[in-house]
């Protein structure tokens, strides 16, 4: 949620700075919104279980590998829209290190680095191993003056919304407002 915070506000004043406008923003139809709410209701899922001690091991990765593919999908639904690529390639290079590994690996280090005790809220995080698959993708990345952890994924896709608001500030670019009027017609 930080990270979001972190990402809007100086995307917002970048808009601002280059001539756009809040209001623009609500002028903007993003197609596959349905999509997203497979994901966060598959998410919300997943993080219910955990908290209930749920079948997380048996029912998580199924319900993570739908989170995944909606959002994926929403991203390509939209991919013609300023700063959607930086976005898909952070989401692929976390959903990478994820699906392998049946939740974000988070570094031990880093949370040190932080001044953690190595505790982690289990479900789709969990402690990085030696034995994780890709773990320089993992949440590996300590930001101290926010205090949390992020990955190579997570400051991609932060990127690409923060150009995305920005740009979309200033209204739909030419060639995704074309290529949405010619899926309407």
């Given at each position: 949620?930080?990270?979001?915070?972190?990402?809007?506000?100086?995307?917002?004043?970048?808009?601002?700075?280059?001539?756009?406008?809040?209001?623009?923003?609500?002028?903007v139809r993003l197609a596959g919104l349905p999509v997203i709410g497979v994901a966060v209701a598959?998410?919300?899922?997943?993080?219910?279980?955990?908290?209930?001690?749920?079948?997380?091991?048996?029912?998580?990765?199924?319900?993570?590998?739908?989170?995944?593919?909606?959002?994926l999908a929403f991203v390509w639904i939209?991919?013609?829209?300023?700063?959607?690529?930086?976005?898909?390639i952070g989401f692929l290079l976390n959903a990478a290190v994820i699906l392998p590994n049946g939740a974000m690996p988070v570094s031990p280090e880093?949370?040190?680095?932080?001044g953690g005790d190595g505790a982690i809220d289990e479900g789709k995080h969990r402690l990085l191993t030696d034995g994780d698959v890709l773990p320089w993708l993992a949440d590996v990345i300590p930001v101290p003056g926010l205090r949390i952890i992020v990955s190579i994924g997570d400051i991609l896709l932060a990127l690409g919304v923060a150009v995305l608001?920005?740009?979309?500030?200033?209204?739909?670019?030419?060639?995704?407002?074309?290529?949405r009027e010619h899926r309407l017609a």
């Open positions: 949620m930080l990270l979001a915070l972190v990402t809007l506000v100086p995307a917002v004043l970048v808009g601002y700075l280059r001539g756009g406008r809040l209001r623009r923003l609500t002028e598959a998410q919300a899922a997943l993080g219910l279980l955990s908290l209930v001690d749920g079948p997380v091991e048996t029912v998580g990765r199924g319900l993570l590998v739908a989170s995944l593919a909606a959002v939209n991919r013609r829209l300023p700063g959607m690529w930086l976005v898909a880093a949370i040190a680095a932080l608001v920005a740009r979309l500030m200033r209204g739909l670019p030419r060639h995704a407002r074309s290529a």
